[in-house]
T-cell receptor, first 111, second 113 residues
Framework: GQQLNQSPQSMFIQEGEDVSMNCTSS?????WLWYKQDPGEGPVLLIA?????ELTSNGRLTAQFGITRKDSFLNISASIPSDVGIYFC???????????FGKGTTLSVSS | DTEVTQTPKHLVMGMTNKKSLKCEQH?????MYWYKQKAKKPPELMFV???????INESVPSRFSPECPNSSLLNLHLHALQPEDSALYLC????????????FGPGTRLTVT
């Protein structure tokens, strides 16, 4: 089945640095979402994107729906220790029914 | 209220036990989901309910039996599980017209001994 390529797999950064991660697919997607999951908790929806080229912010987080409709990007500005966690991209194919998840990016922030 | 609640938080059960996981939401969402998640892996879809009817079953073994008593509640009945079924079980809900904005509960950590 369809898989999403999410990169990087993990990141180790200093507090205050900016972070970028991305997700790519081999087919066209109609929807892209970004979730964050803390240890022992469920994923929390950060940003949902529905249109190619769409750029949406949520505080220090900004996500974009790629114009090819085969990728999406998440940027975190001025990282803080509570940004630590696993970030998952997820999306829906043009003709799909279920949400497909990427393998996640594990973010570690040192202060 | 954007909360999905799940009980219990943790569950340990033997392979011959019968137990149930419960999920509740009061956001008026008409689609509800069960996912299974192994450590450091993405969630895997198990079941989808739409308007209290089972619409998707992702070839889940019959030892997992979902139930949707009403639009706010979702149960997952467990029977004769295997140790490899140990995982975090997540419930999610969404609006029917925005089915891909799924809101997750905190999960039930299940250990099968």
């Amino acid at each position: 089945g369809q898989q999403l390529n999410q990169s990087p797999q993990s990141m180790f950064i200093q507090e205050g640095e900016d972070v970028s991660m991305n997700c790519t697919s081999s087919s066209i997607f109609n929807t892209w979402l970004w979730y964050k999951q803390d240890p022992g908790e469920g994923p929390v929806l950060l940003i949902a994107l529905y249109k190619a080229g769409e750029l949406t912010s949520n505080g220090r987080l900004t996500a974009q729906f790629g114009i090819t409709r085969k990728d999406s990007f998440l940027n975190i500005s001025a990282s803080i220790p509570s940004d630590v966690g696993i970030y998952f991209c997820a999306g829906r194919e043009q003709a799909g029914t279920a949400l497909i998840f990427g393998k996640g990016t594990t973010l570690s922030v040192s202060s | 209220d954007t909360e999905v609640t799940q009980t219990p938080k943790h569950l340990v059960m033997g392979m011959t036990n019968k137990k149930s996981l419960k999920c509740e939401q009061h956001m008026g969402h008409r689609a509800m989901y069960w996912y299974k998640q192994k450590a450091k892996k993405p969630p895997e879809l198990m079941f989808v309910y739409s308007y209290e009817k089972l619409s998707i079953n992702e070839s889940v073994p019959s030892r997992f039996s979902p139930e949707c008593p009403n639009s706010s509640l979702l149960n997952l009945h467990l029977h004769a599980l295997q140790p490899e079924d140990s995982a975090l079980y997540l419930c999610a809900s969404s609006r029917r017209d925005r089915a891909y904005e799924q809101y997750f509960g905190p999960g039930t950590r299940l250990t099968v001994t």
